[in-house]
């Protein structure tokens, strides 16, 4: 094969999966609403949701039950050949088990759902043959409509997977909608990483305070202003009126625009120079908004302020990369 043969074998694989996504979306009915109302149920009850597969369809139930389980719906997932030697203990009689299995044939899968069903859960088969043996024997049938495997051989499962996957993403998002799940309760599900760390952290947690930011009044010199952000080692000097309320702000910024047209700027009074009324933010603010406020105007440096308006601390971008926040 040629290298442009790689590319056109490889967009041939692509457009089949894509196409047999659009097929199980244009397939979808009353049974997905069916199904979506009985998950709502078993985890108003406190029940959780059990998936499972054989082969390649276990590596699906693996992603399905943590993309469930990380938008807020209770899901684990379950080997079949591990419950039948005692793993069925995780299952009670408030859960439903997702099967999955394109041929519906699955011989394990078989064997577990009678032992599943004498616990009292709940079955769906998502399959994609509603007369298979497994849709026989399931509580509830939610169809997968593929024509064909993306396979030459229409054997190796590739379409079929593809569309069970985006099934199991549909079902996770619908249920996140329908139970009110929010981004906080998002945060509290991914306390680490990049993701918790932007949803969680406020901006008190990041903000300077005391020495480490540079605060004037407006009649003080832009050469007072240099030597108190030399001093906090920061970008910018907060200037406040004598009662503490946020007035204005310098940053170096400024300072090197000014410079640049008029070298006796450094005697001029805060007052002449400053960006009065400043964008600034509540000190309970999440991180994450203060990213997109940095973003949106084009600032490196952002007063942190009380109910009242009065100063209590400024976030540098400079500190951001260091609390891997950017």
Known sequence: MTRQQY??????????????????????????????????????NGGKIVVTGVGKNLHIAEKMAATLASTGSTSVMLNPMQAMHGDLGMLTNRDVLLALSFSGESDELIALIPAVRRLGASVVAITGNCESSLAKCANQILPVKVACEACPFNLAPTTS??????????????????????????????????????????????????????????????????????????????????????????????LRRLMASNPDVINDTLQAVMTANPIRVKADRLAVDVLRIFEEYKIDDLPVVDDADYLVGCVDIQDLPRMKLM
């Open 161 to 254: 997977t593809t569309a069970t996957l985006a099934i199991g993403d549909a079902l996770a998002m619908v249920l996140l909608d329908a139970r009110g799940f929010a981004k906080k309760d998002y945060a509290l599900l991914h306390p680490a990483g990049a993701i918790g760390r932007a949803l969680l952290c406020r901006v008190h947690d990041i903000m300077r305070t005391g020495e480490k930011i540079a605060v004037l009044t407006p009649e003080r010199t832009v050469r007072d202003a240099i030597i108190a952000m030399t001093g906090a080692k920061c970008g910018s000097a907060c200037v406040t009126t004598p009662d503490g309320t946020l007035a204005g702000i310098f940053t170096d910024g400024d």
């Open 7 to 44: 590319l056109d074998r490889a967009r041939q694989v692509l457009t089949a999966e894509a196409n047999g996504i659009a097929e199980a979306s244009a397939a979808l009915d009353e049974h997905f609403c069916d199904t979506i109302e009985l998950l709502l149920k078993a985890l108003a």
